[in-house]
């Protein structure tokens, strides 16, 4: 027969004081906070593992290749996945060009996010769009490749620049790719090209609840002499309020910093933003 177990008077006070604090740490858990490898790009032109490297080290969680990964055969970006795999981190998303979104080219974007593990295949850009019946064309894109994905459990988003916060015959572009694309595209919400324009990014946030997984982290200054040069947290967003939608209303899955250059080098620039995210996020 087993003793029953008792615990001492001092004891279970020590877990009754815990058990708040086991509460809050479950609350707060953090969202992985990844880099957009644009922001080093010289540096993964000349050594792409070695910058990886160099980034998993910093502390960040994740990474988004951008366009010209669609250069890799199949063996490359299996050993990108080993080494990915080997430093503990992942890849959550990919930037492409609007060639990646049909035909072939969504063939091979397929098979390349599928070895990574990537979980979106993002529109970086649609080029050169001008009217809102282009942007209409741009969602049906984007609409029918995720309807096309929808097997194999990727799903497709668009990356916003200034353009579409700005209006067009009244209306902003972005407001038009979200009316007309679903839940299978993801919204990512560049934040600092979004308050360039004068927008308003929690609002932007809270009326598209469930749409942004995914945002680049990028501060922007009202100097025009810094504009996105200003480090995160150097910049006029309201990070906290931006985290609190995110995170709330927006259904972010994951943080991606992204710099477009800086006073300090670019790996300077990317450790320096992740310790300033640490701060601002807590």
């Known amino acids: 027969?087993?003793?029953?177990?008792?615990?001492?008077?001092?004891?279970?006070?020590?877990?009754?004081?815990?058990?708040?604090?086991?509460?809050?740490?479950?609350?707060?858990?953090?969202l992985p906070?990844?880099?957009?490898?644009?922001s080093v790009r010289d540096e993964l032109h000349k050594d792409l593992p070695g910058t990886v490297r160099a980034v998993a080290k910093m502390g960040y969680q994740c990474v988004e290749f951008f366009s010209p990964y669609m250069a890799w055969s199949t063996q490359q970006a299996k050993d990108i996945r080993a080494l990915l795999d080997e430093l503990g981190i992942r890849c959550s998303s990919t930037h492409n060009g609007p060639n990646s979104f049909s035909g072939?080219?969504?063939?091979?974007?397929?098979?390349?996010?599928?070895?990574?593990?990537?979980?979106?295949?993002?529109?970086?850009?649609?080029g050169?769009?001008?009217?809102?019946?282009?942007?209409?064309?741009?969602?049906?894109?984007?609409?029918?490749?995720?309807?096309?994905?929808?097997?194999?459990?990727?799903?497709?988003g668009y990356h916003n620049h200034q353009a579409e916060f700005t209006a067009v015959d009244g209306k902003r572009p972005m407001e038009?790719?979200?009316?007309?694309?679903?839940?299978d595209v993801m919204l990512q919400l560049d934040v600092g090209h979004c308050i360039e324009t004068g927008a308003d990014p929690v609002a932007w946030i809270n009326q598209n609840p469930g749409r942004i997984q995914s945002l680049h982290l990028k501060d922007?200054?009202?100097d025009p002499a810094v504009g996105?040069?200003?480090?995160?947290?150097?910049?006029?967003?309201?990070?906290?309020?931006?985290?609190?939608?995110?995170?709330?209303?927006?259904?972010?899955?994951?943080?991606?910093?992204?710099?477009?250059?800086?006073?300090?080098?670019?790996p300077e620039t990317a450790e320096k933003c992740l310790a300033e995210y640490k701060k601002l996020h807590g």
């Open 1 to 30: 027969m087993t003793e029953p177990v008792t615990l001492s008077r001092r004891t279970l006070l020590a877990l009754a004081a815990a058990a708040p604090f086991a509460k809050v740490s479950a609350a707060n858990k953090q």
């Open 33 to 38: 906070v990844g880099l957009e490898l644009y």
């Open 104 to 126: 072939a080219g969504l063939e091979k974007a397929t098979e390349l996010n599928q070895i990574l593990g990537s979980k979106y295949i993002v529109m970086a850009s649609a």
């Open 128 to 156: 050169r769009v001008t009217t809102l019946d282009d942007w209409k064309k741009v969602a049906d894109t984007l609409s029918t490749a995720a309807e096309k994905l929808k097997p194999t459990g990727i799903k497709t």
């Open 176 to 183: 038009v790719l979200a009316a007309n694309t679903g839940k």
């Open 220 to 222: 922007w200054s009202r």
């Open 228 to 266: 996105f040069k200003a480090l995160l947290g150097e910049g006029v967003v309201p990070w906290k309020q931006v985290f609190e939608a995110a995170e709330k209303t927006g259904g972010a899955e994951f943080y991606l910093v992204e710099q477009e250059g800086s006073r300090f080098s670019a």
